[in-house]
């Protein structure tokens, strides 16, 4: 029986929560392996152990995540800069009427400038805020941890093909049929 030491974290309902198999205090936190064969309850404070696990760092997704982010910033500023554009275009056309209206026309703009660069300031405040880090969700067990899940899944093999002998009749010698 070859078992991955990969083991990756789940989060189950706070209702389902079991006790962690280091502490014994009720967790929501489960480690399992990929191929769902072996799971336990840990707590989040274990996980954070290097003497019990280690996460896995998967560069790949982190750099696909940080060409994702500047891909994102790449398009807001297009759309800045498109924004900005059209912005003075539309000032340039409403200079030419201003020309014609006169000095009514001249006073509604500055009051529309005064509120188009009011709501660029509001725009530029909340993208200030980083999002969090997530916390790795693939982790490594310590070689003394992983032994004693491989021993448990092993002792489990073994009871069970002992329970399947002992349910079959013909693992049992015969009753003897001759006199004594």
Not at 130 to 152: A, G, I, N, S, W
């Given at each position: 029986?070859?078992?991955?030491?990969?083991?990756?974290?789940?989060?189950?309902?706070?209702?389902?929560?079991k006790?962690?198999?280091?502490?014994?205090?009720?967790?929501?936190?489960?480690?399992?392996?990929?191929?769902?064969?072996?799971?336990?309850?840990?707590?989040?404070?274990?996980?954070?152990?290097?003497?019990?696990?280690?996460?896995?760092?998967?560069?790949?997704?982190?750099?696909k995540?940080?060409?994702?982010?500047?891909?994102?910033?790449?398009?807001?500023?297009?759309?800045?800069?498109?924004?900005?554009?059209?912005?003075?275009?539309?000032?340039?056309?409403?200079?030419?009427?201003?020309?014609?209206?006169?000095?009514?026309?001249?006073?509604?703009?500055?009051?529309?400038?005064?509120?188009?660069?009011?709501?660029?300031?509001?725009?530029?405040?909340?993208?200030?805020?980083?999002?969090?880090?997530?916390p790795?969700?693939?982790?490594?067990?310590?070689?003394?941890?992983?032994?004693?899940?491989l021993?448990?899944?092993?002792?489990?093999?073994?009871?069970?093909?002992?329970k399947?002998?002992?349910?079959?009749?013909?693992?049992?010698?015969?009753?003897p049929?001759?006199?004594?």
């Amino acid at each position: 029986m070859s078992l991955p030491n990969r083991w990756h974290l789940r989060r189950v309902a706070d209702s389902a929560a079991k006790a962690c198999l280091i502490c014994l205090k009720p967790t929501s936190s489960v480690l399992i392996t990929s191929d769902s064969k072996d799971f336990f309850y840990i707590c989040p404070a274990h996980l954070k152990d290097r003497g019990f696990c280690i996460p896995v760092v998967d560069t790949e997704a982190i750099e696909k995540a940080k060409r994702e982010e500047k891909e994102r910033e790449i398009e807001k500023v297009k759309k800045e800069y498109e924004e900005k554009v059209r912005r003075k275009e539309e000032g340039k056309k409403k200079e030419k009427e201003k020309e014609k209206e006169g000095e009514e026309a001249k006073k509604d703009d500055e009051k529309e400038k005064k509120k188009d660069s009011g709501k660029e300031s509001e725009d530029k405040k909340p993208s200030a805020t980083p999002p969090p880090e997530e916390p790795p969700r693939v982790f490594t067990l310590h070689k003394t941890f992983f032994q004693q899940r491989l021993d448990r899944l092993r002792a489990a093999e073994v009871a069970r093909r002992n329970k399947e002998r002992l349910r079959n009749p013909t693992t049992f010698p015969s009753v003897p049929r001759g006199e004594i």
